[in-house]
């Protein structure tokens, strides 16, 4: 089913609850926590410094017209495009993220990049998956905004079925059962905290809340046409895959299998041969994902993010 505004807007409000206790979410909340692979989190969304995603989303602010620390910040884009964890505890970077979140600019970019990020690959995946329940795309969303829908999608589908096999409604529930299981046992202690995200989606599932009507409540914030509430500060530990970073060509070259799994792909749209499977991003590869990018209508930069994946899939 095609998700009207609202039904839209109810599913980023809960991810955002989860993030921020906003129901709007929080464009300048900056978050450190000790342990979390994602290091320093930023925006209405928490996107992640160990990710790379810090690292587009400032790019793409100090690349729009009129933002306010569009100069100040574009000083930092070569730490953040390395991931360095000296911005960790630079604490003139973060002041300077948290004004910046005040800036219309700012907000617009993160609105703007949190859809190509993070919300419409959700809705592909979860095409893909043959899921279209409102509810269950915020199941989906979540995930791509915490991390490791693919490992939880392949987990839950060996042990349940496909969606397809099992329904919609009840492949959900065996999906969050799942999910929840795997962060209540994780290495990383740090998720053990953050069950509460499953424990409100099977409140919603119990509910049988499926369409996100108006009004519901999740976490103590009141999901309703104002859009109000606040909730207690959860955690934010990110739960994405160390392998979920960005790829891109650089000295000395990015190697590794999800090199070889981008290569494949690449050959698999641009024809057999394009590229040597060898696992190194090197200029050929390059070469081949700007102009794969141009195919698809992507922002030709030569940098395998969210949406270059989301695309290739």
């Known amino acids: 089913m095609n998700l009207t505004a609202t039904q839209k807007g109810s599913c980023e409000a809960i991810v955002n609850v989860f993030e921020t206790s906003r129901v709007r979410g929080k464009y300048d ?36 017209a009129g933002g ?64 279209g329940l409102p509810l269950a795309i915020a199941v989906v969303y979540d995930s791509h905004i915490h991390g490791s829908w693919l490992a939880m999608h392949k987990r839950t589908v060996g042990a349940a079925g496909a969606p397809a096999k099992v329904g919609e409604k009840n492949w959900i529930r065996a999906y969050v059962d799942t999910r929840r299981a795997w962060l209540a046992t994780h290495q990383n202690e740090l998720l053990h905290r953050t069950v509460y995200r499953m424990d409100a989606f099977l409140g919603l599932i119990g509910e049988g809340r499926w369409d996100l009507d108006l009004p519901f409540t999740v976490r103590g914030c009141r999901i309703d046409e104002p859009a109000l509430g606040l909730a207690s500060t959860p955690l934010r530990a990110s739960a994405a895959d160390p392998d979920e970073v960005i790829l891109k060509r650089q000295e000395p070259p990015m190697t590794g299998q999800r090199v070889s799994e981008l290569q494949q792909a690449l050959n698999r749209v641009l024809g057999a041969g394009t590229l040597q499977v060898d696992g190194s991003f090197g200029q050929r590869t390059d070469d081949a994902v700007r102009a794969f990018q141009k195919l698809r209508g992507l922002s030709i930069d030569g940098i395998v993010g969210p949406a270059t994946w989301a695309a290739l899939a």
């Open 68 to 131: 306010a620390f569009r100069d100040a910040l574009s000083g930092y884009l070569g730490k953040l495009e390395a991931r360095d964890a000296a911005l960790n505890t630079d604490f003139d970077f973060r002041g300077l993220l948290r004004q910046a979140g005040a800036d219309p600019v700012m907000q617009a970019t993160q609105d703007a990049f949190f859809d190509r990020v993070y919300w419409n690959p959700s809705l592909a995946d979860a095409a893909r998956a043959g899921i």
């Open 29 to 64: 909340q900056v978050t450190l926590l000790k342990g979390d692979t994602g290091q320093l989190t930023y925006g209405r969304s928490q996107t992640t410094l160990g990710s790379g995603n810090l690292y587009l989303l400032i790019k793409a602010y100090c690349a729009a």
